[in-house]
């Protein structure tokens, strides 16, 4: 039982170029959820996705596109990156029901130069 | 949607001693209040969370305490240990407590003085 993962660990890439953040979770959650970790500014909210085939804003949402295709992946793009988005991102999920705990991802490092 | 502030953004204490953190909420309608545990280049752990019908909930040496009314929780660590020595995070739902993520404060970097 993994939990939940993240890929890759670290990245860097250029202004302008695109990638995507893999999340995968084996708990059987339904909800998912993208945070951004910048310094002095605890975690905010990119998207969240309430089950398989949805996905709603949080936050912060703009630059950032999700999928959400299979129940335990949840997939964050960036399509032309920007060096605001120098952060780190975590991935969280949890059960349906109201008040379970949420497990977060070990995070992916991404710079933008 | 929700608001959370929260105090203060750094807490050195020596080994021993107790630390206190407070947290305070802007949506009536949340009834969900956990506290993460972050340390450095690791990812948020869940050390306690309380629900709105409670007004206080310990676990060994760390505890919360919420005042609905007041609109704000608290979390105290007693007999601090050099382990409890982190970045500390409270939270909220944002939407009362429906799938909706969570709105975090802004984190108290917690430091256990020798």
């Known amino acids: 039982n993994a939990g939940v993962t993240q890929t890759p660990k670290f990245r860097v890439l250029k202004t302008g170029q695109s990638m995507t953040l893999l999340c995968a979770q084996d708990m059987n959650h339904e909800y998912m959820y993208w945070y951004r970790q910048d310094p002095g500014m605890g975690l905010r909210l990119i998207h969240y996705s309430v089950g398989e085939g949805t996905t709603a804003k949080g936050e912060v949402p703009d630059g950032y596109n999700v999928s959400r295709l299979k129940k335990q992946n949840f997939l964050l793009g960036l399509e032309s990156a920007a060096p605001s988005q120098t952060s780190v991102y975590f991935c969280?999920?949890?059960?349906?029901?109201?008040?379970?705990?949420?497990?977060f991802g070990p995070g992916t490092r991404l710079t933008v130069t | 949607g929700e608001n959370v502030e929260q105090h203060p953004s750094t807490l050195s204490v020596q080994e021993g001693d107790s630390a206190v953190i407070k947290c305070t909420y802007s949506d009536s309608a949340s009834n969900y209040f956990p506290w993460y545990k972050q340390e450095l280049g690791k990812r948020p752990q869940l050390i306690i969370d309380i629900r709105s019908n409670v007004g206080e909930k310990k676990d060994q040496r760390i505890a919360v305490t919420l005042n609905k009314t007041a609109k704000h929780f608290s979390l105290h660590i007693t007999e601090t240990q050099p382990e409890d020595s982190a970045v500390y995070f409270c939270?909220?739902?944002?939407?009362?407590?429906?799938?909706?993520?969570?709105?975090f404060g802004k984190g108290t970097h917690l430091i256990i003085q020798p």
């Open positions: 939270a909220a739902p944002d939407s009362g407590g429906g799938a909706d993520g969570l709105t």
């Open positions: 969280a999920s949890r059960r349906e029901y109201l008040g379970y705990e949420q497990y």
